[in-house]
């Protein structure tokens, strides 16, 4: 089992919301090995981007990427999945599949940030743009789901 990474504190609250993130996913597939209807899914997926991951990759884009340049390939990368997550959580269509894809590439998603893109920015990133980070960086995630439909036995 790999060493938990030591995150800078100011990035921690990044990383507890990449946790949701990862929570998020497992949540998936625990809706679909007890069989749950993915339109039930789509609509907490659809809850989980509007009230949390949308703002979490804005936040990101703003104050946490451009501590490297816009042409780093680790950048280019983060964005480009960035755009593709939120393309699989806006789509109405083939429901199942795309929950399918958004299960597993959230989860790769996070893991490039967390094990390499912030390992990067912590390397290179100055105080004062650490300041700014923990300045503007306040939303914790509060959970407000009714339909817990990854707990066995509810409905």
Not at 15 to 40: D, M, N, T, Y
Not at 120 to 147: N, Y
């Amino acid at each position: 089992m790999p060493k938990p990474i030591k995150r800078h504190i100011v990035l921690q609250p990044i990383s507890r919301e990449h946790h949701h993130g990862l929570l998020l996913s497992w949540k998936i597939r625990q809706g679909f090995s007890f069989g749950i209807a993915p339109e039930r899914m789509k609509k907490y997926t659809d809850w989980f981007w509007e009230n949390h991951l949308q703002a979490h990759f804005e936040f990101e884009e703003n104050y946490i990427f451009p501590i490297l340049d816009k042409e780093h390939p680790f950048i280019k990368r983060a964005l480009r999945e960035h755009r593709r997550l939120k393309r699989l959580f806006m789509a109405t269509d083939k429901i199942e599949r795309n929950i399918s894809l958004i299960e597993e590439e959230l989860v790769a998603h996070i893991r490039f940030e967390e094990r390499v893109l912030f390992k990067e920015v912590e390397a290179v990133a100055t105080t004062e743009q650490l300041k700014r980070i923990e300045q503007e960086h306040s939303k914790p995630i509060v959970e407000e789901w009714e339909d817990k439909f990854w707990v066995r036995n509810k409905k």
